[in-house]
């Protein structure tokens, strides 16, 4: 298959292309090959490399700035989708694009489904909704919802820090790291979202929507104390409450994500310390 990989320069995206690498033709674009708010380019574009699939990582991330930036996040994280999805169905492409757990409201006490009702808090979480609805568009598509995103670039490459990145520099260097004791995720490894990628692909799965997270659920103070014990470093965790913390968008407080459907695709994600395990091995290579 021939991929265009939109974002390819981001934490995701650069996995992305050097998982489709292996076995496929890549053609990766970064904001400064392709400004994908703007319509006509993003259809020329797509129609010169006549794509099998658009895997689209790019993506408006300042979850704060978009409180005061909603037009911007919107026309990143929205309308640019739309036009993905136009040149993705001209083209007879697929289009891979990747949605968020903020789009619920927190309020819950399990892991969401894809079946659960969307109710975003924030604009970022709104323009984030808006761009699964326009993915729709594509025919073919696959959404997949993603959080708290870890892992990056391999050795020799500038790294890309997430906040478990952060944690891992605080712990590795014997300083206390702040974590949210009362906010419950399921982390993403890029490596094991990159794969289920390939395999949804590949395998010819049935389109839609998917969670697309590593298996578990975990405060970020557990995760935090994870990383301590696989680090084999002393603990030096100071536990946050979200009420403590002034931020300018609202954050879902239990945003924790089924992946059973995935599963039941042929992809079973591993677990949340496994994933974290492998990374830490592969950070000390990188020598992050």
């Known amino acids: 298959m021939k ?9 995701l995206g650069s996995v992305i292309v050097r998982e489709f690498a292996r076995g496929h033709e890549v053609v990766p674009l970064t904001i400064d090959d392709l400004d994908l708010t703007a319509h006509e380019a993003v259809m ?59 789009v619920f409201s927190g309020t819950g006490d399990r892991p969401y489904t894809e079946e659960d009702r969307p109710e975003p808090r924030s604009f970022y979480a709104i323009s984030k909704l808006v761009g699964e609805w326009f993915a729709r568009d594509a025919g073919r ?20 820090r997430s906040s478990v990145d952060r944690i891992v520099e605080a712990l590795r260097e014997g300083r206390e790291a702040r974590v949210f004791v009362d906010r419950t995720v399921t982390p993403s490894y890029v490596a094991d979202v990159a794969a289920a990628t390939r395999h949804l692909l590949e395998s010819g799965a049935p389109d839609g929507l ?24 002393a603990a030096h965790l100071v536990a946050v409450p979200v009420a403590e913390v002034p931020m300018r968008a609202n954050r879902p407080k239990y945003c924790a994500l089924a992946n059973g459907k995935l599963a039941a695709a042929g992809f079973a994600m591993p677990a949340w ?6 990374y830490l091995v592969t950070s000390r290579v990188a020598g992050r």
């Open 3 to 11: 991929i265009l990989v939109t974002g390819a320069a981001g934490l």
């Open 44 to 102: 020329a574009a797509v129609a010169r490399v006549a794509p099998d699939a658009i895997v689209n990582c790019a993506a408006y991330n300042d979850v704060d700035g978009a409180e005061d930036h909603a037009v911007e996040a919107l026309e990143v994280n929205g309308f640019a989708v739309r036009s993905l999805a136009a040149a993705a169905r001209t083209a007879g492409a697929a289009l891979v694009h990747y949605g968020t757990d903020f």
């Open 141 to 160: 598509h696959y959404v997949l919802r993603v959080e708290s995103l870890f892992g990056g670039a391999a050795a020799g490459t500038p790294p890309r």
């Open 210 to 233: 998917y969670h697309c997270v590593n298996s578990g659920v975990c405060t970020w103070f557990e995760l935090a104390a994870e990383i301590a014990r696989l680090l084999g470093v």
């Open 273 to 278: 310390q496994d994933a974290l395990a492998r």
